[in-house]
């Protein structure tokens, strides 16, 4: 299964309060598109998961073979990003 998180984090790299900066970010995207990977969300991470971030899936999944991949044969699974207490 191609794990997505269900929801977007408050300090996703899609949203206004992400923890990087533009630069970083672009840096990041640019290197997930070269590979053809995603951006895995850290909120997921943190929890021992490899979740992709819904914002990436939302925004730039189209740029994902892997992400396209799993919609083509529809085995994207929407998984509960961790509370921020357990995070």
Do not use: N, W
């Amino acid at each position: 299964m191609f794990q997505v998180t269900k929801k977007q984090c408050a300090e996703c790299l899609f949203s206004d309060k992400k923890i990087v900066s533009e630069k970083r970010k672009a840096e990041l995207l640019k290197s997930i598109a070269k590979r053809q990977s995603y951006f895995i969300c850290h909120k997921s991470s943190i929890a021992d998961g490899r979740a992709c971030c819904a914002g990436f899936y939302r925004e730039m999944g189209h740029v994902s073979q892997l992400a396209r991949m799993a919609q083509a044969l529809r085995v994207v699974e929407f998984v509960d990003v961790p509370s921020e207490e357990k995070a």
